[in-house]
């Protein structure tokens, strides 16, 4: 069974970093895809930033580029989120994903693994 845990989320002033963790368990992850998605209050959830267990084809939403980095340990079986420079606007819960297909995407119905969520709060 496949698990998705969380952690680093926190409350940082605008400005500031946050290193977000998505431990994973209960398969092999090599041919997968791994996502991070995030969801503010009243809004739709949306894509932060996807990549390939194997590091290649990363993406990024426009509004992270440049400020937000997804990357992964193998020997952790960790995905990793580094967020600089964050914003008020990057106040969320943050979500980490899993899809199976290998498919990196921007849509969350192609990922069918998704953890508890992160709460992650930018002050101004």
């Known amino acids: 069974q496949v698990q998705l845990v969380e952690s680093g989320g926190g409350l940082v002033q605008a400005g500031g970093s946050l290193r977000l963790s998505c431990a994973a368990s209960?398969?092999?992850?090599?041919?997968?895809?791994m996502g991070w998605f995030r969801q503010a209050p009243g809004k739709e959830r949306e894509f932060v930033a996807t990549m390939r267990w194997s590091g290649d084809n990363k993406y990024y939403a426009d509004s992270v580029k440049g400020r937000f980095t997804i990357s992964r340990d193998n020997t952790k079986n960790t995905v990793y989120l580094q967020m600089n420079s964050l914003k008020p606007e990057d106040t969320a819960v943050y979500y980490c994903?899993?899809?199976?297909?290998?498919?990196?995407?921007?849509?969350?119905?192609?990922?069918?693994?998704w953890g508890q969520g992160t709460q992650v709060t930018v002050s101004s």
């Open positions: 209960g398969r092999t992850f090599s041919s997968y895809a």
């Open positions: 994903a899993a899809g199976p297909r290998g498919v990196v995407a921007t849509t969350p119905r192609l990922y069918d693994y």
